[in-house]
């Protein structure tokens, strides 16, 4: 189990890194791509909903120390998305390649709003402007691209894949 | 009963979570622990900057690449533009160099509120901000080199923004065109008309308020910091450039939008003004 945190925490440096190195300057129209939120997504698809609660949390928190925006924000919308795509993820009987990406980027945009108006009910009204759909767009799409990797890297980090008790779909299997 | 046990422990793990994130959102809200936040903000950057900095010399062509291969039309424009635009402007330094002396003499004389003799940290862009929905840039020197928060930022002859975090090698500019910044301007001369500039997002024009329907102004006039008592900018700082201006009938105030003295987009160098407003 530490060698698995161990892992999980390397990953998540890792992936800070290259968000705030390389994909900070990926822009379309002066939106890029999210990592750290993808980070969360694919713990839920690997670990199910708990790791991607928790995983999910470790990044946004991690996210949250170099961003601008209140802090604990990215941590919460992060939770709830890693948590959420980890209780989708758990009820499938037979999941197929394809829905690694598409599930990334539904959990993308359903990230990025959510963020935006979490935000928003704590004095940052100005994250719910026009420039939100493009900004949703980007993250998503980039996100769908990345998805394979980053869900392979962090199945890496959690080799034991999710708890067995893991959702509803234990009981369809 | 043991798999509906089971099944809730996911929910007693979110609930948790979502309850430690939600104290800290609300920590910061309040301004409570922001001591606490700032210094983990701090060293979490100080830790990561050497990594940073040697991944971004390694790492920056990859970016770039990607960053010319979505860019390349708009790129060989600027190219274009900006050597046209260098031609011009090797004319006009000769013809300003008259013009500095004299305003230089002007100036001691009246003993105005200025730039020249102020002190300046030389700082470098090295990225952009890391979140979509703020507009900031990060530079490569903090209060080890004299930067502090609230200090104004210049480039190129113009106002880019404020510091508004700095660890000891790292500081974080809010730029003007950032939806929360507002910039209080002056136009029309040294005792002129007064308005505020607010930014409207990254690559957008400011948005000009509180200019009175009874006032003069037309698009090409330069509208400069207005450096009042506990303004957050000294006087005289270029801040943009008047592209449009629109008058509605029974309008309250002028619609005017604002272009940055300085492209924002393209800034490498910019200096950090070593001031602080008076009060």
């Given at each position: 189990m530490f060698g698995s945190r161990l892992r999980l925490f390397l990953v998540i440096v890792a992936l800070l890194v290259v968000q705030t190195t390389i994909l900070v300057g990926v822009r379309v129209h002066g939106a890029h791509p999210d990592a750290m939120l993808l980070l969360g997504i694919s713990a839920g698809m690997v670990g199910g909903s708990k790791r991607g609660a928790a995983v999910g949390f470790a990044a946004g928190i991690a996210a949250d120390l170099f961003?601008?925006?209140?802090?604990?924000l990215s941590a919460l919308t992060y939770t709830i998305v890693g948590f959420a795509v980890g209780s989708v993820q758990s009820s499938l009987i037979r999941p197929s390649w394809w829905l690694t990406p598409l599930t990334a980027g539904l959990a993308s945009a359903v990230g990025v709003v959510l963020y935006a108006v979490v935000g928003a009910t704590v004095?940052?009204?100005?994250?719910?402007?026009?420039?939100l759909a493009f900004i949703t767009i980007v993250v998503s799409v980039a996100n769908m691209v990345l998805a394979i990797p980053v869900t392979r890297l962090v199945a890496w980090a959690m080799?034991?894949?999710?708890?067995?008790?893991?959702?509803?779909g234990t009981a369809l299997r | 009963m043991a798999v509906s046990r089971r099944s809730a422990r996911p929910r007693y793990t979110l609930l948790l979570l979502i309850l430690a994130s939600a104290t800290v959102l609300t920590l910061n809200y309040r301004g409570h622990a922001q001591g606490i936040i700032s210094g983990a903000k701090s060293g979490a950057r100080d830790v990561l900057a050497p990594v940073q900095s040697a991944l971004g010399a390694v790492l920056r062509p990859v970016g770039n690449f990607f960053e010319g291969a979505l860019h390349y039309g708009s790129l060989q424009q600027e190219n274009a533009r900006l050597e046209a635009q260098n031609q011009a402007l090797r004319s006009q330094a000769q013809g300003a160099q008259a013009a500095e002396r004299e305003n230089q003499s002007l100036r001691k004389v009246l003993n105005l509120p200025y730039l020249s003799g102020m002190a300046t940290v030389a700082a470098e862009v090295?990225?952009?901000?890391?979140?979509?929905f703020t507009d900031t840039v990060v530079l490569d020197k903090g209060r080890g080199a004299g930067v502090d928060v609230g200090m104004p930022v210049v480039s190129g002859g113009g106002l880019i923004g404020r510091v508004i975090e700095a660890s000891r090698d790292r500081s974080t500019v809010l730029l003007?065109?950032?939806?929360t910044s507002n910039v209080g301007v002056r136009f029309g001369g040294t005792q002129g008309n007064l308005a505020v500039a607010a930014g409207q997002g990254a690559n957008q024009p400011l948005r000009v308020d509180?200019?009175?329907?009874?006032t003069k102004v037309s698009k090409g006039v330069v509208m400069t910091t207005s450096?009042?008592?506990?303004?957050?900018f000294p006087a005289d700082i270029p801040v943009g450039t008047v592209r449009a201006a629109h008058l509605r009938s029974s309008a309250l105030q002028w619609d005017i939008t604002l272009a940055p003295s300085v492209d924002l987009a393209q800034m490498q160098f910019v200096d950090v003004l070593e001031w602080a407003p008076s009060s």
């Open positions: 961003l601008d925006t209140p802090f604990g004095g940052q009204s100005q994250m719910l402007h026009d420039n080799p034991e894949g999710p708890p067995a008790y893991a959702g509803a | 090295i990225s952009t901000s890391p979140s979509n003007i065109t950032d939806p509180f200019v009175d329907p009874h450096g009042l008592q506990d303004a957050r």
